[in-house]
């Protein structure tokens, strides 16, 4: 109790009939629950009044008459939903005495032990404990049908509750449920897991290829084994796992089938050690096999990202070219397989039709290995996809449209070892059979900087008997003429009428800014045609004026009848060899001039022995290559 008195004499301003007396029976209380209340006597010699700021308090009555003891109820509101005490204050007032009660509320307590609850598959009790100084609830309104009881669900402090499980009859998953406490305006949890239901594991695979101790096996070698059963006939899966020295593992393979070809090189002249994990997808459902070993011959293949030179050139500043494949697996890229056989094939197809054939020695060719996961390429009119490393795709149906990530082309070919992107040209050769090419081109002022990205599919079915259709032909005209020459098509559809002014705007900017695009002409003023130099030079009265170029069917020109970038004929007319040379001369630093192209000249004329099949313009071909697409830095 609190007592405060004096005497009157001594108290300024207390007139003769104040008693100069305050008592207060408590003068600190803990109230933690809201509804929650204590009282206090209060006895004053005159009148009192009681004061608080808290809203979380309410004080009945809160004043009184002097004389007499007033019994004063104090009541918590609202609980403190935090987790540090709040002291709050009540100043008791009688004339020039007062006095405080304190009211601590303290802060939020409780806590779950444990943390987690594990029942067997069988169904089973077991029982956590809250620890807590407030009222708290279990939230069932989700528990999952393998909860049958929580008890209590509530209360106001300690309590030892109860979970009741049913059994699990499944042997795949484990159940699991965050049963949720809430208390104040916050909430905690334990987590209740089941293990599944028993099962069976598969039967152990056993390994066929690599065979035990077996020696000189290829880098990428094909691994081979028998399948498991499945008592309760669960689908089963395959991990192939790899070792150098039977103890640190890696995985190399998983899937449901029982062979696959390596998708990684392996290191030659190398022991290895391999075993083959079943896996049936449910509860301790996985079988090792017996680990078998075998050892790696010598290097039968490139490695992933290992370039070759095909061929070198002696000049001081050589050309590079950069043959790369898409939609090759590690398989393929054995020494003589398909990588080979067809990256070579597009070389070959590029350096055997001229000018490229007589200035095969400036440039220099590296073969670039790029492993894919997959086989072929993404095909979006058939909804077919395949993982391949430069994720490239073809529109399909009757589109030739191809696409890809073309900065993963350039950072795999600058990884070469002086080998930049600016001046660069990149062939990408397709591993599916369908007939397809587009060229990426990327232009930038100074034209001997310019890159290109030439996507061409290996055709070898598709349109049996059509020369244009060939892979070599598509080869040279989106590698020879747009990728290295940024020379246009020549060709035309029939609905797409005139060029416009914008459209001949267009290409003349090009020309003009870029250097590029002409073997076509934006005027059919014979004085002003790119191509003018050679309407008075012996030997090349074939070279005209024809209407008709750059997918229009008039308002743009061409310099002769046919011509590769029309119908990927095995020959570049005069006007687009004099650009590809010139772009030679230009990036290998030499000097040029149109005297010294004709004198090197050596195929004046198409002899294809292809005639035309119409007799006005050249073309309704069923399916020209598609349009370049144009990338300007």
Not at 456 to 470: A, L, S
């Amino acid at each position: 109790m609190l007592a405060i008195a004096a005497a009157a004499a001594i108290l300024p301003g207390c007139t003769a009939n104040e008693d100069p007396t305050l008592e207060i029976s408590v003068t600190e209380m803990t109230l933690t629950q809201a509804g929650e209340s204590n009282t206090v006597e209060i006895s004053s010699g005159s009148d009192w009044i009681a004061t608080y700021d808290s809203k979380a308090l309410q004080v009945t009555p809160n004043s009184g008459k002097g004389g007499k003891t007033t019994t004063v109820t104090i009541e918590l509101l609202s609980e403190n939903a935090t987790a540090s005490d709040v002291k709050n204050t009540v100043t008791v007032v009688a004339g020039k005495l007062s006095g405080t009660i304190t009211v601590i509320q303290p802060g939020v307590s409780i806590n779950i032990s444990p943390e987690s609850l594990s029942f067997s598959n069988k169904g089973e009790e077991k029982s956590f404990t809250v620890t807590a100084n407030c009222h708290w609830s279990v939230n069932t309104s989700a528990l999952p049908s393998w909860i049958t009881s929580v008890t209590p669900a509530e209360g106001d402090s300690d309590a030892t509750v109860t979970v009741t499980a049913s059994a699990n009859t499944n042997r795949k998953d484990t159940n699991t449920h965050q049963l949720r406490i809430e208390y104040s305006t916050s909430y905690t949890s334990i987590a209740l897991y089941q293990e599944p239901a028993p099962n069976v594991p598969p039967t152990a695979a056993v390994p066929e290829e690599p065979a035990d101790n077996a020696t000189g096996i290829s880098i990428v070698p094909l691994f081979k084994w028998t399948e498991s059963t499945d008592r309760e006939g669960d689908p089963v899966t395959y991990t192939v796992m790899c070792s150098t020295d039977g103890t640190n593992w890696w995985e190399l393979y998983t899937g449901a089938e029982n062979e696959f070809k390596c998708t990684t090189a392996l290191t030659p002249d190398t022991q290895y050690f391999y075993k083959i994990i079943s896996d049936d997808g449910c509860y301790e459902g996985t079988t090792e096999s017996e680990v078998y070993t075998f050892t790696t011959g010598s290097k039968d293949a490139y490695q992933d990202g290992e370039y070759t030179v095909y061929m070198e050139s002696g000049k001081p500043n050589p050309i590079i070219l950069v043959f790369t494949g898409d939609g090759y697996i590690a398989e393929d890229h054995k020494y003589a397989g398909a990588f080979d056989e067809d990256t070579d094939a597009a070389i070959e197809a590029l350096f055997d039709i001229e000018p490229y054939k007589s200035y095969r020695d400036y440039f220099t060719v590296y073969k670039l290995a790029a492993y894919s996961q997959e086989r072929g390429t993404d095909n979006i009119a058939d909804g077919t996809y395949c993982e391949t490393v430069y994720s490239t795709k073809i529109e399909g149906g009757n589109s030739t449209g191809i696409e890809c990530n073309y900065d993963a082309v350039f950072a795999r070919a600058t990884k070469i070892p002086g080998v930049k992107e600016e001046g660069l040209t990149v062939c990408v050769v397709i591993n599916y059979d369908f007939y397809a090419g587009t060229c990426m081109m990327m232009f930038t002022e100074d034209y001997t900087e310019n890159s290109s990205i030439a996507m061409i599919t290996k055709n070898e079915t598709n349109y049996p008997g059509e020369y244009m259709t060939k892979f070599e032909n598509t080869v040279r005209h989106e590698l020879g003429g747009h990728g290295f020459a940024f020379l246009y098509d020549e060709y035309f559809y029939t609905e797409q009428g005139t060029a416009s002014q914008a459209d001949r705007d267009y290409i003349e900017n090009l020309q003009k800014n870029y250097n590029v695009a002409l073997n076509l002409s934006v005027t059919s003023e014979r004085s002003l045609v790119p191509w003018a130099r050679f309407f008075e030079t012996d030997g090349y009265s074939h070279v005209g004026i024809y209407e008709g170029g750059g997918t229009f069917m008039s308002g743009m020109w061409r310099s002769e009848y046919m011509s590769c970038m029309i119908d990927n004929r095995e020959y570049f007319n005069s006007q687009s060899r004099y650009l590809i040379v010139k772009r030679i001369m230009d990036m290998c630093g030499e000097e040029f001039t149109f005297e010294k192209f004709l004198a090197k000249d050596i195929e004046k004329t198409d002899n294809t022995g292809y005639a035309p099949t119409r007799g006005r313009v050249p073309f309704e071909v069923a399916r020209p290559l598609a349009p370049p697409v144009i990338r300007i830095k």
